[in-house]
Protein backbone atom coordinates (compact mmCIF):
# COMPACT_ATOMS: atom_id res chain seq x y z
CA UNK A 1 0.00 0.00 0.00
CA UNK A 2 1.63 3.56 -0.72
CA UNK A 3 2.27 5.59 1.60
CA UNK A 4 -0.33 8.17 0.47
CA UNK A 5 -3.16 5.97 -0.20
CA UNK A 6 -5.79 5.43 2.68
CA UNK A 7 -7.70 3.05 3.85
CA UNK A 8 -10.53 1.72 2.79
CA UNK A 9 -13.06 2.70 5.24
CA UNK A 10 -15.31 -0.61 6.49
CA UNK A 11 -19.15 -0.19 6.00
CA UNK A 12 -21.39 -2.35 7.76
CA UNK A 13 -22.94 -5.03 6.49
CA UNK A 14 -26.66 -5.35 5.72
CA UNK A 15 -28.18 -7.09 8.46
CA UNK A 16 -31.92 -7.50 8.00
CA UNK A 17 -32.39 -9.77 10.55
CA UNK A 18 -31.71 -7.21 13.43
CA UNK A 19 -33.58 -4.47 11.54
CA UNK A 20 -36.58 -6.86 11.81
CA UNK A 21 -35.72 -7.60 15.62
CA UNK A 22 -35.96 -3.51 16.16
CA UNK A 23 -39.11 -3.79 14.41
CA UNK A 24 -40.41 -6.31 16.64
CA UNK A 25 -39.05 -4.40 19.73
CA UNK A 26 -40.25 -0.98 18.55
CA UNK A 27 -44.23 -2.78 18.24
CA UNK A 28 -44.00 -4.04 21.85
CA UNK A 29 -42.52 -0.33 23.11
CA UNK A 30 -46.02 1.23 20.99
CA UNK A 31 -48.21 -1.50 22.79
CA UNK A 32 -47.00 -0.07 26.16
CA UNK A 33 -47.94 3.29 24.97
CA UNK A 34 -51.57 2.88 23.32
CA UNK A 35 -52.62 0.57 25.75
CA UNK A 36 -55.03 2.54 27.86
CA UNK A 37 -56.61 3.29 24.41
CA UNK A 38 -57.96 -0.20 24.55
CA UNK A 39 -59.48 -0.51 28.11
CA UNK A 40 -60.75 2.94 28.73
CA UNK A 41 -63.98 1.60 29.78
CA UNK A 42 -62.90 -1.31 31.95
CA UNK A 43 -60.35 0.73 33.78
CA UNK A 44 -63.04 3.51 34.66
CA UNK A 45 -65.24 0.91 35.69
CA UNK A 46 -62.77 -1.22 38.22
CA UNK A 47 -60.89 2.44 39.25
CA UNK A 48 -63.84 4.10 39.92
CA UNK A 49 -63.24 6.83 37.72
CA UNK A 50 -64.71 8.96 34.65
CA UNK A 51 -63.67 7.45 31.26
CA UNK A 52 -62.75 11.26 30.65
CA UNK A 53 -60.32 11.03 33.67
CA UNK A 54 -59.29 7.47 32.16
CA UNK A 55 -58.53 8.86 28.95
CA UNK A 56 -55.86 11.20 30.78
CA UNK A 57 -53.58 8.23 30.85
CA UNK A 58 -52.93 8.64 27.17
CA UNK A 59 -53.16 12.68 27.29
CA UNK A 60 -50.26 12.97 30.28
CA UNK A 61 -48.32 9.53 28.37
CA UNK A 62 -48.21 11.97 25.28
CA UNK A 63 -46.94 14.82 27.20
CA UNK A 64 -44.26 12.82 28.44
CA UNK A 65 -43.07 11.22 25.23
CA UNK A 66 -43.23 14.76 23.51
CA UNK A 67 -40.75 16.42 26.68
CA UNK A 68 -39.44 13.31 27.45
CA UNK A 69 -38.04 11.93 24.47
CA UNK A 70 -34.82 14.43 23.14
CA UNK A 71 -34.75 15.14 26.84
CA UNK A 72 -33.85 11.65 28.01
CA UNK A 73 -32.02 11.03 24.53
CA UNK A 74 -29.42 14.14 25.36
CA UNK A 75 -29.18 12.60 29.14
CA UNK A 76 -28.16 9.58 28.28
CA UNK A 77 -26.56 10.44 25.34
CA UNK A 78 -23.35 8.73 26.72
CA UNK A 79 -24.60 6.02 27.44
CA UNK A 80 -23.14 2.44 24.86
CA UNK A 81 -26.87 1.97 22.48
CA UNK A 82 -27.01 -1.84 22.83
CA UNK A 83 -27.57 -1.31 26.78
CA UNK A 84 -29.77 1.39 26.82
CA UNK A 85 -32.18 -0.32 24.00
CA UNK A 86 -32.02 -3.63 26.35
CA UNK A 87 -32.51 -1.33 29.85
CA UNK A 88 -34.79 0.73 28.00
CA UNK A 89 -37.06 -2.95 27.11
CA UNK A 90 -36.16 -4.01 30.76
CA UNK A 91 -38.31 -0.80 32.17
CA UNK A 92 -41.30 -1.03 29.74
CA UNK A 93 -41.55 -4.87 31.29
CA UNK A 94 -41.68 -3.96 35.01
CA UNK A 95 -43.95 -0.56 34.22
CA UNK A 96 -46.23 -3.03 32.59
CA UNK A 97 -46.05 -5.46 35.16
CA UNK A 98 -46.26 -2.91 38.30
CA UNK A 99 -49.39 -1.98 36.05
CA UNK A 100 -51.17 -4.69 36.40
CA UNK A 101 -50.93 -4.78 40.30
CA UNK A 102 -51.78 -0.69 40.33
CA UNK A 103 -54.36 -0.76 43.61
CA UNK A 104 -55.76 2.33 42.69
CA UNK A 105 -56.09 5.45 39.42
CA UNK A 106 -53.24 7.68 40.49
CA UNK A 107 -51.07 4.57 41.32
CA UNK A 108 -51.13 3.22 37.74
CA UNK A 109 -51.10 7.53 36.59
CA UNK A 110 -47.73 7.27 38.52
CA UNK A 111 -46.64 4.01 37.27
CA UNK A 112 -47.39 4.65 33.69
CA UNK A 113 -45.29 8.70 33.56
CA UNK A 114 -42.31 7.15 35.17
CA UNK A 115 -42.31 3.96 32.74
CA UNK A 116 -43.04 6.06 29.75
CA UNK A 117 -40.37 8.93 30.91
CA UNK A 118 -37.81 5.93 30.28
CA UNK A 119 -39.72 4.44 26.97
CA UNK A 120 -39.32 7.90 25.58
CA UNK A 121 -35.71 6.69 24.97
CA UNK A 122 -36.53 3.85 22.19
CA UNK A 123 -38.04 5.83 19.41
CA UNK A 124 -33.91 8.07 18.69
CA UNK A 125 -32.42 4.83 19.82
CA UNK A 126 -34.30 2.83 17.27
CA UNK A 127 -33.94 4.69 14.56
CA UNK A 128 -29.98 5.34 15.38
CA UNK A 129 -29.28 1.80 15.66
CA UNK A 130 -31.01 0.94 12.33
CA UNK A 131 -28.94 3.64 10.57
CA UNK A 132 -25.83 1.39 12.10
CA UNK A 133 -26.84 -1.85 11.27
CA UNK A 134 -27.38 -2.13 7.89
CA UNK A 135 -25.59 -0.50 4.72
CA UNK A 136 -25.87 3.21 3.53
CA UNK A 137 -27.74 2.81 0.83
CA UNK A 138 -30.12 0.65 2.52
CA UNK A 139 -30.76 2.90 5.96
CA UNK A 140 -33.72 5.04 4.58
CA UNK A 141 -35.48 1.78 3.69
CA UNK A 142 -34.55 0.32 6.89
CA UNK A 143 -35.50 3.56 9.23
CA UNK A 144 -38.49 3.03 7.76
CA UNK A 145 -39.66 -0.18 8.44
CA UNK A 146 -38.50 -0.14 12.25
CA UNK A 147 -41.26 2.80 12.22
CA UNK A 148 -43.17 0.33 10.96
CA UNK A 149 -43.50 -0.76 14.19
CA UNK A 150 -45.93 1.67 15.28
CA UNK A 151 -48.44 1.16 12.63
CA UNK A 152 -48.64 -2.64 13.84
CA UNK A 153 -49.08 -1.60 17.32
CA UNK A 154 -51.85 0.36 16.43
CA UNK A 155 -53.17 -2.41 13.71
CA UNK A 156 -52.74 -5.83 15.36
CA UNK A 157 -51.62 -4.78 18.97
CA UNK A 158 -54.76 -2.28 19.95
CA UNK A 159 -57.57 -4.51 19.22
CA UNK A 160 -55.36 -7.46 20.46
CA UNK A 161 -55.21 -5.55 24.12
CA UNK A 162 -59.00 -4.83 23.16
CA UNK A 163 -59.79 -7.88 23.19
CA UNK A 164 -57.77 -9.16 26.19
CA UNK A 165 -59.65 -6.41 28.08
CA UNK A 166 -63.03 -7.62 27.20
CA UNK A 167 -62.64 -11.09 27.98
CA UNK A 168 -59.83 -10.87 30.67
CA UNK A 169 -59.98 -7.87 32.09
CA UNK A 170 -57.06 -4.86 32.25
CA UNK A 171 -55.18 -6.23 34.10
CA UNK A 172 -54.83 -8.98 32.15
CA UNK A 173 -53.59 -7.06 29.34
CA UNK A 174 -51.14 -5.31 30.70
CA UNK A 175 -49.52 -9.05 32.01
CA UNK A 176 -49.70 -9.73 28.17
CA UNK A 177 -48.08 -6.56 27.37
CA UNK A 178 -45.43 -7.14 29.73
CA UNK A 179 -44.99 -11.01 28.63
CA UNK A 180 -44.57 -9.57 25.20
CA UNK A 181 -42.03 -6.71 26.00
CA UNK A 182 -39.91 -9.80 27.69
CA UNK A 183 -39.98 -12.21 24.81
CA UNK A 184 -38.68 -9.09 22.47
CA UNK A 185 -35.73 -9.89 24.43
CA UNK A 186 -35.38 -13.44 22.53
CA UNK A 187 -35.04 -11.52 19.45
CA UNK A 188 -31.50 -10.44 19.38
CA UNK A 189 -29.53 -13.80 20.20
CA UNK A 190 -26.10 -12.18 19.28
CA UNK A 191 -26.55 -8.93 20.75
CA UNK A 192 -25.25 -5.51 18.45
CA UNK A 193 -23.10 -5.80 15.65
CA UNK A 194 -20.04 -3.72 16.59
CA UNK A 195 -21.46 -1.20 14.35
CA UNK A 196 -24.41 -0.41 16.65
CA UNK A 197 -22.41 -0.26 19.83
CA UNK A 198 -21.98 3.53 19.76
CA UNK A 199 -23.00 5.81 22.11
CA UNK A 200 -27.12 7.31 22.37
CA UNK A 201 -28.27 9.54 19.90
CA UNK A 202 -27.88 13.05 20.84
Request: glycine share 8%; with cysteine; aromatic share 8%.
Amino acid sequence: MHLHEKPAIRQPRSSPFRAHCVNVRKSRDRCSVLAPAGMLIELSSDLGVSVHTAGLLITFGAVMLCVGSPLTAWLTSWIERRSLLTATLAVLALGNFASAFAPDYASLLIIRLIMLAVGALYTPQAAGTAALIVSPEKRGGTIAYVFLGWSLAAAVGLPLITFITSRYGWRAAYGGIASSVLSAFSCWPGGCRPDCSARGST
